[in-house]
């Protein structure tokens, strides 16, 4: 019978993506039709598991739960109510979804409201208890596609979900509140989810609760325990709430949400992992509990960093946030079981919290939270390590226990029932049955099994590879398999299927060491030589190897690196040993167990065979590394460390060699190339050349090239031959035929550059020999220039129209003169004058000279110059300055600068404009004075004082400060009149000239006319 809930060791779970064939017809349910990328399709309301066909859903990965719950309890704690608003943001998987599913559970949880991205949506809901299925079903008003956000209302009483084995998980009212336990569909009475442990995502989660809870034992503090870190604890002081919140950052599968509410002595502190960081540690204790358990709880919350330290050394890293636990006795309600709750896992007494429970848990925040189950037929694989791995840490890790897994777990083997074995780990029939035997003990003799099988090393790599290769995902048996395939090197198919996926008992696995001797033992040996190999199985495990019967237990020599400088008689080898191809196959004969000590994990007697064979060095190996390495084909044998390989050397030969020859015409730059035919594969060679006897520095190539020096002597080459199996060997060729004066290679010369007089023209060499020293010679027409040596050439004003060409002479030394002369060029053209645009110099404004300033023309050009005014020349205005007159008042000026040189076009560059020419500015100003007395009739003459010349005057007479009618223009004299007697006479005197600004001078006034 599969134990009931209340007798398991505890309740969890992991990854794996396996898929049994009695599962095929319960996952092959309806699917959306295919759709194109345009077309619209309904989730599919099942995530494909075989245990749980009608929970979880498709279409859609859930990235993130918002989840905002108000708890009030009832007089009777099992009709206490929730308010809950839960935001779900997911992201298509498929084609845009015109529908979709959610799991949500309660038959008095109303659905209040649904949006999807803030717009209303339609909804069903679908509830099938006998079926296990409780459907949400969402129709947004348009079809969603990528990212979406689900928010769903909702309130009522939740309930408690009972499981197909009869026990209890999801909302379950406790003595003082409730606790919210998943594993393995629960969640979808707390809210609705995707509710299958391969869609996982993170969480916020706020817990509004009363600050107090009243219960048969009174009044006291509440709190609410979740997942992740608590981030605020929001107090209501006047409505007597607090909001507890709480955010996981790691995914999280629904079956690991943890939400339990009541009286609790709420324990904070730290957890000092490995690497020297802290991690917060929150424990929530029963306040119902004795001082004495309490103490307890407070003494084993202490062993919490040893044994997370302890289990990072063999799985990695913590991958939490935070830790802790939630201690809360539940006796004679529904959850009565320890459960790996992800970050703080849950204890329904003291005494679970107590013992190897704590151990247990705390694994499943790597096996079962970290790296989660794809499928619940997966669940072997995070509950067999968690209850393999108490074991093997107060075994190994803290030293507290004498018995080890490798005992433990053959004993509980051996010892058990064919009827334990009838439900394999991996393919389950039915729900029923997911906590039975088979999901702990079974998958933890597993677990052991496989690392007897791979041996220690390859395990460990495998256990810890899982959470990294796989960190914060959903696998399944075949990603397991496969990783742990390829972390040992070996085949392990039909392993998973005896301990996975077949019905019955499984086969405990051999685990035997082969070790490798010879004679001699190390040195070396002359060819023709014999040496022999002793091999020895020695059986490290508890079963017999190769039993009457049973599979044989095969061990391996790896002999090619002997059989190619030795040979070995396959004909007379002893019995169970063959030769296939170069590996020494050998059948261990049936070998009994040896002695084993009471929970020793390795035997204090054991039991070994051994058998030897001889191989023959060839006559023609030398200096060579005979290395045999033992193994096994068959899973559980390993190299012992006492001898995997043995290494034997052989005497060295001189290596088999020809002298070398030289191929090439002995000529200054033509190459010489050394020729080592006749020496053995694989020789390396150095290179020393020589003329005349005399070794060449440097020339240590397979290839020489003679230089200059060499001419008329010979050239030989000493070859030396390396060889790891052989002596150096050192050969010298014959002399080659005197070295010859060396052919030079001509280019082809060519012009560059435009043919125009003023511009330079290059010769470019073209190929020439390396080396080659060149000297030039330009001619215009086919005739020399005479001094035109140099490696450019600038057309001359007489060159005009005429073609260049330049001859190249190359010379080095030990080589032979050679000339060429390059195709003409085109016909020389005239030059380009190098021709500024000229600027102005000076302010514009009558009687005030302009400069040009023309710029940096091409030497030797000579400048012209053209004033203009409004554009239009102005006559006789061609020097390089000119002063505005009356006549350009307003107008602007340029200046046409025009360049012209013998050989060259004409050119002309032409000024910016000035502003309009200003007004002049007269230099003296008038500063006039009144010549007489002021007496009536008698004549006032004016004096007007400085002024430019080619001014005109003219007066203005003023008596008592008012012009005098008639008393201006050129009149210079005034007669005060009888009416002006006693008041002052002042004169103004007006300067004006042509194109400039007309100025004027006022007198001092004159005494009282009299």
């Keep these: 019978?599969?134990?009931?809930?209340?007798?398991?060791?505890?309740?969890?779970?992991?990854?794996?993506?396996?898929?049994?064939?009695?599962?095929?017809?319960?996952?092959?349910?309806?699917?959306?039709?295919?759709?194109?990328?345009?077309?619209?399709?309904?989730?599919?309301?099942?995530?494909?598991?075989?245990?749980?066909?009608?929970?979880?859903?498709?279409?859609?990965?859930?990235?993130?739960?918002?989840?905002?719950?108000?708890?009030?309890?009832?007089?009777?704690?099992?009709?206490?109510?929730?308010?809950?608003?839960?935001?779900?943001?997911?992201?298509?998987?498929?084609?845009?979804?015109?529908?979709?599913?959610?799991?949500?559970?309660?038959?008095?949880?109303?659905?209040?409201?649904?949006?999807?991205?803030?717009?209303?949506?339609?909804?069903?809901?679908?509830?099938?208890?006998?079926?296990?299925?409780?459907?949400?079903?969402?129709?947004?008003?348009?079809?969603?596609?990528?990212?979406?956000?689900?928010?769903?209302?909702?309130?009522?009483?939740?309930?408690?979900?009972?499981?197909?084995?009869?026990?209890?998980?999801?909302?379950?009212?406790?003595?003082?509140?409730?606790?919210?336990?998943?594993?393995?569909?629960?969640?979808?009475?707390?809210?609705?989810?995707?509710?299958?442990?391969?869609?996982?995502a993170t969480y916020t989660i706020d817990i509004d609760i009363p600050s107090t809870i009243t219960n048969a034992a009174g009044t006291g503090a509440s709190a609410a325990a979740s997942n992740g870190e608590l981030v605020d604890k929001d107090v209501d002081a006047a409505a007597g709430r607090t909001t507890w919140r709480w955010r996981q950052t790691r995914p999280m599968a629904t079956e690991l949400v943890l939400i339990s509410i009541g009286k609790y002595d709420v324990a904070q502190g730290e957890v000092t992992l490995s690497d020297g960081s802290t991690i917060p540690e929150w424990t929530f204790v029963d306040s119902a509990l004795t001082p004495a358990d309490k103490l307890l709880i407070a003494n084993r919350r202490d062993a919490q960093g040893p044994i997370t330290r302890g289990l990072e050394s063999v799985f990695g890293p913590y991958p939490g946030g935070s830790t802790g636990a939630v201690i809360d006795v539940v006796t004679g309600l529904g959850i009565?079981?320890?459960?790996?709750?992800?970050?703080?896992?849950?204890?329904?007494?003291?005494?679970?919290?107590?013992?190897?429970?704590?151990?247990?848990?705390?694994?499943?925040?790597?096996y079962g939270n970290h790296v989660s189950p794809r499928v619940w037929n997966d669940i072997w694989i995070n509950e067999g390590m968690a209850t393999w791995a108490p074991g093997h840490y107060n075994n190994v890790i803290a030293g507290t226990s004498t018995t080890s897994n490798h005992a433990r777990y053959y004993s509980s083997w051996n010892s058990g029932t064919a009827a334990q074995y009838r439900t394999p780990p991996g393919n389950m029939p039915d729900s029923a049955v997911l906590y039975g035997y088979q999901t702990y003990t079974r998958s933890a003799q597993l677990w052991e099994a496989l690392k007897l099988s791979i041996g220690d090393p390859a395990f460990f790599r495998f256990v810890k590879q899982w959470q990294t290769t796989y960190a914060g995902q959903s696998r399944g048996l075949a990603d397991f398999e496969a990783l742990a395939e390829s972390v040992s090197g070996r085949d392990l198919g039909a392993f998973f299927q005896d301990w996975v996926l077949d019905p019955d008992k499984p086969a405990w696995p051999q685990r035997y060491d082969v070790k490798l001797a010879s004679q001699p033992v190390s040195g070396t040996v002359a060819p023709g030589s014999a040496v022999t190999y002793t091999l020895t199985a020695t059986n490290m495990g508890r079963v017999a190897l190769s039993p009457a019967g049973g599979p044989a237990s095969v061990a391996t020599v790896d002999l090619a690196d002997v059989l190619d400088d030795a040979t070995i008689d396959a004909a007379a080898l002893p019995a169970g040993v063959t030769l296939d191809g170069t590996t020494l196959v050998w059948t261990v004969p049936t070998l009994a167990a040896g002695t084993f000590v009471t929970g020793a994990s390795a035997p204090t007697l054991p039991t070994s065979t051994s058998v030897s064979f001889p191989v023959t060095v060839k006559p023609t190996a030398s200096a060579a590394s005979l290395r045999a390495t033992a193994g096994s084909r068959t899973l559980g044998g390993f190299c012992s460390p006492a001898g995997c390989t043995s290494t034997v050397g052989v005497t060295a030969q001189p290596l088999p060699s020809a002298d070398p020859t030289i191929t090439g015409t002995p000529a200054v730059g033509q190459t010489l190339t050394a020729v080592t035919d006749g020496w053995a594969e694989g020789t390396t060679f150095a290179y020393q050349w020589s003329v005349a006897g005399a070794a060449v520095e440097g020339a240590n190539a397979s290839t020489f090239v003679p230089r200059a020096a060499d001419v008329d002597k010979t050239v030989t080459v000493a070859v030396t031959g390396t060889h790891p199996r052989y002596t150096d060997v050192t050969r010298t060729s014959a002399p080659t035929a005197p070295v010859a004066l060396g052919t030079q290679q001509a280019g082809t010369p060519s012009v560059a550059g435009t043919p125009a007089v003023g511009r330079p023209l290059t010769a470019r060499p073209g190929t020439w020999t390396p080396g080659t020293a060149f000297t030039y010679q330009w001619s215009v027409a086919g005739t020399a220039v005479e001094g035109a040596t140099a490696g450019t050439f600038t057309p001359r004003p007489a060159d005009l129209g005429k073609t260049v060409t330049v001859t190249l002479t190359g010379t080095q030394d030990g080589y032979a003169a050679a000339s060429a002369t390059s195709e003409p060029s085109s016909p020389v053209l005239r030059g380009t004058l190098v021709a500024p645009t000229p600027t102005l110099a000076g302010t514009p404004q009558v009687g005030r000279p302009l400069a040009a300033r023309p710029g940096a023309w091409t030497e030797g050009a000579t400048l012209t110059y053209q004033w203009r005014r409004g554009g239009r020349p102005i006559a006789g205005a061609t020097a390089a300055s000119y002063t505005p007159g009356a006549a350009d008042l307003g107008a602007v000026l340029q200046v046409v600068v025009t360049g012209s040189k013998d050989g060259y076009t004409t050119v002309s560059r032409t000024s910016a404009v000035t502003d309009p020419v200003a007004p002049g500015r007269q230099t003296l100003r008038p500063a006039p004075r009144i010549a007489g007395k002021p007496v009536v009739g008698r004549t006032l003459r004016a004096v007007p004082g400085r002024r430019d010349p080619g001014v005109a005057l003219t007066y203005r007479w003023y008596v008592a400060g008012q012009a005098v009618p008639g008393a201006r223009g050129s009149r210079s004299t005034f007669v005060p009149r009888r009416a002006d007697r006693g008041d002052r006479v002042r004169l103004v005197v007006t300067a004006t000239k042509p194109g400039y600004a007309t100025v004027t001078g006022r007198s001092a006034p004159t005494a009282r006319v009299r």
Excluded: C
């Excluded at 409201?113 to 129709?139: C, F, Y």
């Excluded at 329904?348 to 705390?362: K, V």
């Design 336 to 366: 009565n079981y320890a459960l790996e709750t992800q970050d703080r896992s849950f204890f329904p007494s003291t005494a679970t919290f107590l013992g190897d429970t704590l151990t247990h848990e705390i694994t499943h925040q790597w």
């Design 1 to 200: 019978m599969p134990l009931p809930r209340s007798l398991r060791p505890t309740r969890s779970r992991l990854a794996v993506a396996l898929v049994p064939a009695v599962a095929a017809a319960a996952l092959a349910l309806p699917q959306a039709a295919p759709a194109s990328a345009e077309e619209t399709v309904a989730g599919a309301q099942t995530s494909g598991d075989a245990l749980f066909p009608n929970v979880g859903n498709g279409g859609y990965d859930v990235q993130h739960y918002d989840l905002d719950l108000a708890w009030t309890p009832a007089t009777d704690l099992a009709r206490s109510t929730i308010e809950a608003t839960a935001a779900i943001r997911a992201r298509t998987t498929g084609a845009p979804l015109s529908s979709y599913s959610l799991d949500l559970e309660g038959p008095e949880l109303t659905v209040e409201n649904v949006t999807v991205d803030g717009v209303a949506a339609t909804w069903t809901r679908d509830e099938q208890p006998d079926l296990i299925r409780h459907k949400l079903v969402v129709t947004p008003a348009t079809a969603v596609s990528g990212e979406f956000t689900t928010v769903v209302t909702y309130a009522g009483v939740p309930t408690k979900h009972t499981d197909a084995d009869g026990s209890a998980e999801g909302w379950n009212a406790t003595n003082d509140g409730a606790t919210f336990l998943n594993q393995p569909v629960g969640a979808m009475t707390g809210f609705p989810s995707n509710n299958t442990p391969a869609d996982k």
